[in-house]
């Protein structure tokens, strides 16, 4: 019977922490998990600069104007980097709209008259100059003012 007690008395030591002693592999793992959700938060604290949601895309101002008497339907480039127009319909004459149009797509700006006919004419200005004049005249008269759109000169320097 001896040779059994030693080896139950074993079992039970390995089993059970040392008096006064620490679970060291305990400690261990809840260290390394305090450690991780330290670090976690330390990388939200330090990357919280705002990230844009797109590329910024160069602009340029681009003054759209409209002349006449009456109404006209006014169809006209401006911030879509889709290259899609906005339409104003009915728009009591004179206009006159300045936007910022992305380089690289046109600047354009189409009138259409109505069924009471009439004269307009539309002017497109690119960086304060003037760039293109077209008139529509009669029932339904249309008219198209369309530039390129050239990037700006580069600064000189020294």
């Known amino acids: 019977m001896s040779s059994t007690e030693p080896t139950e008395s074993t079992e039970s030591s390995e089993k059970e922490p040392s008096e006064g002693g620490l679970d060291w592999r305990s400690l261990t793992v809840a260290g390394a998990l305090v450690a991780l959700c330290g ?3 330390l990388y939200g604290v330090l990357d919280t600069k705002d990230k844009p949601a797109k590329p910024h895309v160069p602009t ?21 980097e889709t290259g899609s127009a906005t339409v ?9 709209k300045t936007v910022d149009v992305p380089l690289g797509r046109p600047p354009l700006v189409s009138i259409t008259l109505g069924e009471k006919g009439g004269q307009a ?29 050239a990037s700006p000169a580069p600064a000189k320097t020294g």
């Open 121 to 149: 004419s539309c002017s497109l200005a690119v960086r304060g100059r003037h760039v293109q004049t077209a008139s529509a005249y009669g029932k339904f008269g249309r008219a198209t003012c369309q530039a390129e759109l």
């Open 60 to 80: 340029a101002a681009v003054t759209y104007e409209v002349t006449g008497d009456g109404t006209a339907d006014i169809a006209y480039q401006g911030r879509s």
């Open 39 to 41: 670090g976690l938060v």
């Open 88 to 96: 104003d319909r009915a728009v009591a004459l004179p206009w006159k």
